[in-house]
C-alpha cells in the first residue's frame, strides 16, 4: 500500500502530557499538511510544508503544537502540555503540486483523546 | 475573509435519485473548489476538483459545477445507491491551503 499512513491511529493521554504523531506521506509528494478536525466539523488546516521547509502555520495554532518534517519525507507533530479541548481528530494529507493546491491525499487519521 | 459553507442538515433521499449538495463561498473565486467524500472514522477520499474558469466537471455518476455570479458549487450524484450515503466536504483551495466547509451528510435509503 502506498498511500499516505499516521501512526499511532488511536491515543488516550491524560491532561498535561505531551504527545508526537507521525505521518509518512506518498514518497514522491513534496507538500504535506496537518489538519484537525472535530466532531460535526470539517478538517480544519493546521500547517503545511514543501519537501523540509514548514511555509504556513495557521493562526489557531498556538504555541503548544509543533510540527518538523526533517528530511522532506516524513513529518511529525507535537502537543505539548495536553488540554482537553486538544481531543480531535488529527489528519495528515500530501500533494505533488508546485502551484495551485490540488488534490490531496488523506491518511486515515490519528484520533487524540485528552483525560 | 473567506468562508465557505454547506448546508449542515443531512440529505436524505431514497435509491435511484439525484442527490445535489450546495457549497457557497462568500468573497473572492478560488483558484479551486474540491470536494471530498468522507466515512466515519476515516480521512477525507477526493472526489472532483473544478478550476476558477470551468463550469461543470464529470465523472461517472458524479457531476460539479462552478458558478462565480452566485458563488456556488453544486454536487450531484445520479442514480444514488446506499453506498453513496457519507459526509461530503467542500472545499476551496488557492496557492497554498485548503479550506474546508462543514460538510453535508447524505444518506440515501433503499
Known amino acids: 500500500d502506498t498511500g499516505v499512513s499516521q501512526d499511532p491511529r488511536h491515543k488516550i493521554t491524560k491532561r498535561g502530557q505531551n504527545v508526537t504523531f507521525r505521518c509518512d506521506p506518498i514518497?514522491?509528494?513534496?507538500?504535506l499538511y496537518w489538519y484537525r478536525q472535530t466532531l460535526g466539523q470539517g478538517p480544519e488546516f493546521l500547517t503545511y510544508?514543501?519537501?523540509?521547509?514548514?511555509?504556513?502555520k495557521s493562526r489557531l495554532l498556538s504555541d503548544r503544537f509543533s510540527a518538523e518534517r526533517p528530511k522532506g519525507s516524513f513529518s511529525t507533530l507535537e502537543i505539548q502540555r495536553t488540554e482537553q479541548g486538544d481531543s480531535a481528530m488529527y489528519l495528515c494529507?500530501?500533494?505533488?503540486?508546485?502551484?495551485?493546491?490540488?488534490?490531496?491525499?488523506f491518511g486515515p487519521g490519528t484520533r487524540l483523546t485528552v483525560t | 475573509s473567506q468562508k465557505i459553507e454547506q448546508n449542515s442538515e443531512a440529505l436524505n433521499i431514497q435509491e435511484g435519485k439525484t442527490a445535489t449538495l450546495t457549497c457557497n463561498y462568500t468573497?473572492?473565486?478560488?483558484?479551486?473548489l474540491q470536494w471530498y467524500r468522507q466515512d466515519p472514522g476515516r480521512g477525507p477520499v477526493f472526489l472532483l476538483l473544478?478550476?476558477?474558469?470551468?463550469k461543470e466537471k464529470r465523472k461517472e455518476r458524479l457531476k460539479v459545477t462552478f458558478d462565480t455570479t452566485l458563488k456556488q458549487s453544486l454536487f450531484h450524484i445520479t442514480a444514488s445507491q446506499p453506498a453513496d450515503s457519507a459526509t461530503y466536504l467542500c472545499?476551496?483551495?488557492?496557492?497554498?491551503?485548503?479550506?474546508f466547509g462543514k460538510g453535508t451528510m447524505l444518506l440515501v435509503s433503499p
Open positions: 472545499g476551496y483551495s488557492g496557492y497554498s491551503t485548503l479550506t
Open positions: 494529507a500530501s500533494n505533488p503540486t508546485q502551484g495551485a493546491v490540488g488534490e490531496q491525499y
Open positions: 473544478i478550476r476558477e474558469n470551468e
Open positions: 468573497n473572492y473565486s478560488p483558484a479551486y
Open positions: 514518497s514522491e509528494h513534496n507538500r
Open positions: 510544508f514543501q519537501n523540509e521547509a514548514q511555509l504556513e
